[in-house]
């Protein structure tokens, strides 16, 4: 048998009942920032945005706009190998593989993201194994006031042509089984 208990309720009184002073408290919170703001402006907080931003604070390890990194020839890191297709939980990521000129590794013919059902997880990023997609632009999806200036079809739909990039801050990786063997293979064509 499930027992109960009862609670005594305290009896508010009068100036309780009415919640005058709660009402004052908060009126005073409100005035104190009203006037803060209309006497001294320069300590208003608020941003607006999206037609001002303020600088990410510190080192913030934001997930952000998609990239394909590139090698130091301009060529994709990306091997085609659809891992990032595969662990994709919200399956945004469509790309068609094609033979390079050389045979020794595939690369991207179509690699598209939809942008409308990704999700922002990263799982993509920790699936390549060469280390190709990142997800470390600044570039907040959505996050500038022309919302569709880089998409195609006035959609959120990233190709080929706006994922692969480098930044300017980025020096070239040399690391992964693919991108050794094509870097070695670029520098023996060089020879």
């Keep these: 048998m499930i027992r109960t208990k009862k609670l005594d309720e305290k009896k508010l009184n009068f100036w309780e009942s009415i919640y005058i002073v709660e009402i004052v408290k908060g009126l005073v919170v409100t005035m104190r920032h009203f006037f803060i703001n209309l006497f001294f402006p320069s300590r208003i907080i608020t941003v607006s945005y999206p037609e001002e931003n303020l600088p990410l604070i510190g080192n913030a390890k934001l997930k952000s706009l998609h990239r394909i990194k590139l090698r130091k020839d301009g060529s994709p890191k990306c091997v085609a190998c659809m891992m990032c297709a595969t662990i994709c939980p919200s399956k945004c990521i469509y790309i068609e593989a094609d ?79 693919a991108n050794r063997l094509a870097n070695k293979y670029l520098e023996d064509k060089n020879d």
Excluded at 121 to 141: K, N, R
Excluded at 149 to 155: A, E, F, L, P, S
Excluded at 163 to 171: G, I, K, N, S
């Design 99 to 177: 033979e390079t000129e050389n045979y020794v590794e595939k690369y991207p013919k179509v690699f598209n993201i939809d942008m409308s059902k990704c999700v922002m997880c990263g799982l993509c990023v920790e699936a390549c194994p060469e280390d190709a997609i990142s997800m470390d632009t600044g570039e907040i999806v959505g996050g500038s006031y022309d919302r569709f200036r880089n998409y195609k079809n006035g959609g959120l739909f990233l190709t080929k042509n706006e994922l692969f990039r480098h930044l300017p801050h980025e020096t070239i990786s040399k690391s992964g089984a």
